[in-house]
């Protein structure tokens, strides 16, 4: 049995690692489209406006790519475990849970779509395996296991998964409600921990639309401990393949470049690559990081006048130097504990040194 788990283990391991793989080229694109077309914009009670037609395409090319994102990682989840018949149910999967469905709207962004890659890829492993005559064979892999991965992962996903999470949802909103007024560090705490817990997942949402509301009341302070700590995952992620280099393969140190241009522009979605791949690690270190950064926010009062988080809305923020400092210092602190909690990445013997091995014997 323990042997069975283990192989489940290495094989979800494997999942992972493949979704990220192919799907850090759709975060680069995305982010870096998005970065130049943002930094340019202005700061409005609408969040950023790129009003150039240039950049707006640019806004438009970033966006789409930041929308495949998540079916992309869903889909080669699947992928890795049952092969092809599984790559597309884990797509269409993947994109149902980053959008709204039901009556509800409930959306569970990566998380959700992780959960759904595993399904979709276990399905239409299983399928594989039915026996058929040889007429229907030879449609089973782009035909049949498709059709029935996708129906059952998807209704099941719509009717029974769904509303769940949206009385975690719930949950969360009511428990931010809770926590106002003389408990306002706490709140600032809270809010930047679950601002990072799913890096633009439904309680990422939640805590937005929890601060837009009291933006409403004029009150800005949630709203600046929200901004703060939306730009702390992907800058404390840039800042740690910086200075833990050999934590990081090459290809992560490369993604951490593209992660600080999303920090610099507020969107926690750059951690996402790092936080599929070393869950245990990154989401604690992420977390903590935003909550120390929403703490200090809400301590010194920052209050953000603009539904837009990072560096680049610096101008419509009142406080603006612990804006600047609680960033910078929760993104230190999430720098500093994947430093001391990573293990560093063990380099794979090179074609050169088997041989020189070899030689030597």
């Known amino acids: 049995m323990a042997t069975n788990w283990k192989r489940v283990g290495e094989e979800l391991k494997k999942a992972f690692s493949t979704g990220v793989s192919f799907m850090m080229p759709s975060v680069v694109v995305g982010g870096i489209f998005l970065a130049i077309a943002l930094a340019s914009g202005t700061a409005t009670d609408e969040g950023m406006v790129v009003t150039n037609p240039f950049l707006q395409n640019l806004n438009v090319i970033g966006s789409a790519g930041f929308a495949m994102m998540i079916p992309i990682l869903a889909g080669y989840i699947a992928y890795s475990i049952a092969g092809k018949p599984g790559l597309i149910p884990g797509m269409i999967a993947g994109f149902i849970a980053n959008n709204p469905v039901g009556l509800d709207g409930v959306k569970t962004g990566f998380l959700g779509a992780m959960i ?42 719509i009717y029974f998964l769904a509303n769940p999470l949206a009385g975690l949802v719930d949950g969360v909103f009511t428990l931010f409600a809770s926590l106002q007024g003389g408990s306002a560090i706490i709140l600032g705490i809270v809010i930047g921990a679950f601002t990072a817990i799913d890096m633009g997942g439904p309680i990422n949402k939640t ?154 014997v």
């Open 116 to 157: 759904l890659g595993i399904v979709a890829g276990y399905i239409a492993k299983y399928v594989k395996t039915w026996k058929v005559p040889t007429t229907i064979k030879t449609i089973m892999p782009i035909l049949i296991i498709p059709i029935i991965t996708t129906f059952i992962t998807c209704m099941g996903y």
């Open 207 to 360: 805590v937005t639309a929890f601060t837009l509301a009291l933006m409403a009341e004029g009150i800005f302070e949630p709203n600046g401990a929200h901004r703060i700590a939306v730009a702390i995952p992907p800058l404390g992620m840039a800042l740690s393949t910086f200075i833990s280099r050999r934590k990081y393969t090459e290809e992560e140190r490369g993604l951490g470049v593209s992660a600080g241009f999303m920090g610099l522009i507020g969107i926690t979605e750059g951690a996402i690559p790092f936080a599929v791949k070393d869950m245990k690690r990154v989401i604690p270190a992420i977390m903590i990081g935003s909550a120390v950064g929403g703490g200090l926010g809400m301590l010194h009062n920052v209050g953000t006048f603009v539904p837009h988080g990072g560096l680049i809305v610096i101008g419509a923020v009142d406080g603006k130097l612990w804006y600047f400092l609680a960033m910078l210092i929760g993104t230190v602190v999430t720098a500093g504990i994947l430093h001391f909690t990573k293990p560093d990445v063990v380099a794979k013997p090179t074609i050169e040194d088997k041989k020189n091995v070899t030689e030597a």
